[in-house]
């Protein structure tokens, strides 16, 4: 009867123990500590990704960026592929062209977004999967970064009449109305892909943050389980 009561102690010592240390672990991660090293992670990827975006060529030949591209833009570029092809490599460097242009719109966006990061979101980067912070980093201003740079995309892709290009090598394909959703007489909105390239640029970023932080999350969020 004894032995039972020691094991029993010891369990339930053991199990206070694990609490313990698990609410210490939680309680850490939360602190300055925690959130100082999340923030040094997530500010070391958006650094990157505005290095890659401040070079054009760094830019085209990112690979996370090209993973980025949205399905109706790769769609109507696969058709171009078939027409023009030289027509794709020029809307690929205009949109390069255009991305350097919009760094100084989304950086002070995502880095006030990460000093406004608080102890709940900690917490949840902590519990979560590697990749988490850039998720909830995305959460926070995917939506207004891309409201934020379109204009500027769009200004900076209509001083090459790249839309009107497109239409017109587009002109009698039967595949562009069921790229656009409409008849056969569709075009490319110039807006559209103004609208399409900011997404690229911008979920482009996210890849390379999320790259960054999971590349670093050993070494920098190791102490806290990641």
């Given at each position: 009867m004894k032995k039972i009561i020691i094991?029993?102690?010891?369990?339930?010592?053991?199990a206070a123990f694990i609490?313990?240390?698990?609410?210490?672990?939680?309680?850490?991660?939360?602190?300055?500590?925690?959130?100082?090293?999340?923030?040094?992670?997530?500010?070391?990827?958006?650094?990157?990704?505005?290095?890659?975006?401040?070079?054009?060529?760094?830019?085209?030949?990112?690979?996370?960026?090209?993973?980025?591209?949205?399905?109706?833009?790769?769609?109507?570029?696969?058709?171009?592929?078939?027409?023009?092809?030289?027509?794709?490599?020029?809307?690929?460097e205009y949109i390069a062209e255009a991305a350097v242009y919009t760094v100084g719109i989304s950086k002070p966006i995502l880095e006030n977004a990460v000093n406004s990061l608080n102890a709940q979101d900690v917490t949840r980067i902590i519990q979560?999967?590697?990749?988490?912070?850039?998720?909830?980093?995305?959460?926070?201003?995917?939506?207004?970064?891309?409201?934020?740079?379109?204009?500027?995309?769009?200004?900076?892709?209509?001083?090459?009449?790249?839309?009107?290009?497109?239409?017109?090598?587009?002109?009698?394909?039967?595949?562009?109305?069921?790229l656009l959703g409409g008849n056969n007489n569709s075009k490319v909105n110039a807006s559209g892909l103004s609208l399409m390239a900011s997404e690229q640029i911008v979920n482009g970023l996210f890849n390379i943050i999320e790259d960054h932080e999971k590349q670093n999350s050993a070494s920098l969020l190791g102490p806290f389980g990641k």
């Open positions: 094991a029993a102690s010891i369990a339930i010592g053991s609490g313990t240390s698990l609410n210490s672990c939680t309680t850490i991660a939360t602190s300055d500590l925690g959130l100082a090293v999340i923030k040094r992670v997530l500010l070391g990827g958006i650094n990157k990704g505005v290095n890659i975006y401040g070079n054009k060529e760094a830019f085209l030949q990112n690979n996370l960026v090209d993973k980025a591209l949205p399905k109706e833009l790769r769609d109507i570029n696969s058709t171009l592929e078939k027409i023009a092809p030289s027509l794709v490599a020029k809307e690929r979560g999967e590697k990749g988490t912070a850039t998720l909830i980093l995305k959460e926070k201003t995917q939506g207004q970064l891309i409201q934020a740079i379109a204009p500027r995309v769009e200004q900076e892709l209509n001083k090459y009449s790249i839309v009107k290009t497109i239409n017109t090598a587009l002109s009698g394909s039967n595949l562009l109305g069921s």
